[in-house]
């Protein structure tokens, strides 16, 4: 892709309502427009990202046997009406009259969607254990939106939903889907730590919260350090919480083990039981003819949220620094002397020998060198490939790693090898 | 795929409310779950399909340089009071008060969002011209949902954007999409007539529908069969309508050449100049300082209605015949005989060479010959290889075309060496 075509406004303004740093960083590298308070529209850079990461959370999801479908954003009340939240959810639920005033809302979350899906479609317990997940867009009426997609109003999420036969199936598929979602961040190159959680509005009696590790974080938590070199399986009953259930008296950890750190919530899990299925009568025959209601579960990453989240806990001063597998362009051309026949002989080269294995942003736009740098250290893209006046008359190109600074001196045979043979 | 643990609820009753085929095939093979009057869920089928469109639309859009963005769905009114579109959508514009009673809508459409991010960002004649879109839901209430998911009231669409200089700048790019969606359609397996058409809402004074041929099509369309063979840019000028704009005493085209077909609309693209930058204001710079409001288009493609689509001018009494290229999966293996050791050995092993280099579904359930066969038919995967005992015993199987009904005997070796090595 070339700079001078790719739609990425970037800037050095940023609104005065934009506190947070992923916030500033998504505005200022053209990643974000603001339709309205909480309300965005994703532009290009973001886009790419956005795509890779659900990507990743697809093909991790496909590895669990969970099965893709789509929910409506718009679902009548009266589905609501059945499981009692309807009413009880309050004012963060958006509330629609259609043209016949029929009472309809906008989809905050889809227990009674997939069990409605469920006991229209399933009646025998031999098509259990079923999960299902979708990928879709949800709202949620927050009295107070803030920090940028970190806490919108319309958000992308990965929801899923089991279906067990039995207690021991379902917290089987708990402890898969916890696995699961550890491998998930690791493989965006994020640590998680998996807190023990409050169900909340979502119900039940198990319940994690996924959080990132990120100095900005918006919680505190207190965990065993051992949990970061655990298996899944311990991590389950390593402790770790957030502040609000913290008590230093009573917390099951020896004092040189206690780590404090702040994080990000990126996902949650419940265990609930037949909370949704019983009341929506949603139930299989079992071996012996009887009644069998699911017990489920329901496990969500926040995809959009992520994205800052990334950008919180992966930045410096100048800008995002972008973890490669979740990176808008693995790698980024930067011409300084556009106006030079030999940078541009060589920097389209580069270009075009490394396109073919990597997706490349050549930024070959006329703008000063300060600007062309300031743009690609904002930006965050993996590597930067600088071609240069001077440098270039000695035969050599720069390989910056935009994490580490770390700057090397390369033939530009060298940089395309690096590129493209396997392996980096 | 193992289909005893794929969510595909097949069924022979279809609801009184499917009058036309494809609502009839789709609800009968399992793909779609309705949630409220035109609103549907989507299952794991359909969504294969649904990935497998968006893969093709995305990549045709990318080959003409249009940037791949994402406007919200819920967008707030006083942005379309200024083109004047608040008042006059009517009924179809699905309204909305948030919690502090602030009006907003869902996206029927977004010729409004699309300027707004325009006059934003591009300030400059430099950056023109520019091409965005997006896939993503919109609604639309209509009075009378119908046909399933060809005429819902959410739905899922490629809608694109273009901003030019001039009106030949303009014109090239209006040409460019019409080109892109031929091809577009043709990568599908479909022939699709471009058809003069009303602008209508959208407003303009030039504009293409692209109807795809089916028998059980609601359109009727007169056009010259020249029209099949010319290139994209004779098309343009060659003469199509539907029948409410026909006339057979003034329509210029020999009576040997005249053609009538039924057709399906799953395209419609607009050039409508300034209607919309100007009211917004959304204007650049050119090159000597002067005000320059961009000539705009806007190009659509129903994704969830192409689905339904499809089917219409795809299927026989039987089921669905799906176009290789849109298909669930590429081939179906058939295991008549679930409980001989021979056929289970030789079916896994089938699935497990093909599934290297191709999409299987392998129907390992405990399920009649006569309703195994009939589900294959009913959910129109392009290959079935059928492994039964009476022919296993011969050493082989059979290779069976869905479209041509066409049976070939061959040993699993061959059938292995057909799916699995380069070209079919």
């Known amino acids: 892709m070339l700079f001078s075509q790719f739609f990425a406004p970037t800037s050095r303004d940023v609104p005065s309502e934009a506190v947070v740093i992923s916030h500033q960083l998504m505005i200022r590298a053209g990643m974000i427009s603001k339709t309205a308070s909480g309300i965005y529209c994703w532009l290009p850079l973001a886009m790419r990202v ?4 659900i990507a990743i959370v697809a093909d991790e999801q496909s590895k669990i046997g969970s099965q893709r479908v789509l929910f409506s954003t718009i679902q009548p009340a009266e589905l609501w009406k059945e499981s009692g939240r309807y009413d009880s959810y309050g004012k963060e639920m958006l509330r629609i009259r259609d043209r016949k005033d029929g009472e309809f809302l906008y989809s905050p979350t889809n227990e009674e969607q997939a069990t409605d899906i469920f006991r229209k479609y399933v009646h025998s317990y031999k098509y259990l254990p079923l999960m299902l997940y979708q990928i879709h867009w949800k709202f949620r009426d927050e009295i107070r939106p803030r920090f940028g997609v970190m806490r919108g109003r319309e958000f992308l999420m990965k929801d899923g939903y089991s279906f067990a036969r039995n207690f021991a199936e379902a917290q089987e598929i708990y402890q898969r889907v916890f696995h699961s979602y550890i491998n998930t961040f690791r493989r965006m190159g994020l640590i998680a ?19 990132i590790l990120a100095e900005t974080g918006e919680s505190t938590l207190f965990y065993d350090g051992r949990l970061l070199n655990a298996s899944a399986e311990e991590q389950l009953s390593i402790y770790a919480v957030t502040d609000d259930r913290y008590d230093s008296q009573t917390a099951p950890i020896p004092k040189e083990e206690l780590m404090v750190s702040k994080g990000i919530e990126v996902g949650h899990i419940f265990y609930f039981g037949t909370k949704y299925s019983k009341p929506l009568d949603a139930y299989v025959l079992d071996e012996n003819g009887n009644k069998l209601y699911p017990e489920m579960g329901s496990y969500g990453i926040g995809i959009s949220r992520l994205i800052a989240a990334i950008i919180e806990s992966s930045h410096d001063n100048r800008g995002i620094i972008w973890p490669e597998a979740v990176a808008p362009f693995d790698v980024t051309i930067l011409n300084l002397h556009q106006q030079d026949e030999e940078c541009r002989d060589i920097a389209l080269k580069l270009y ?7 997706e490349v942003l050549y930024d070959d736009r006329s703008i000063s060198v300060g600007e062309k740098l300031a743009d690609a250290d904002l930006i965050g893209i993996p590597y930067q490939i600088i071609v240069g006046q001077k440098k270039i008359r000695e035969g050599k190109v720069e390989l910056k790693n935009r994490k580490t600074s770390n700057v090397e001196l390369l033939s ?5 090898k690096r590129f493209t043979s396997n392996g980096e």
Do not use: L
């Not at 075009?352 to 990597?358: G, L, M, P, V």
């Not at 530009?412 to 395309?416: A, D, G, H, N, T």
């Open 193 to 211: 730590i998996p807190v023990q959680a409050d169900p909340g509005a979502i119900g039940g009696n198990m319940s994690h919260e996924f959080q």
């Open 50 to 53: 956005m795509e890779k990461i």
């Open 352 to 358: 075009q020998a490394i396109s073919s294995k990597r």
């Open 412 to 416: 530009p045979e060298e940089v395309i």
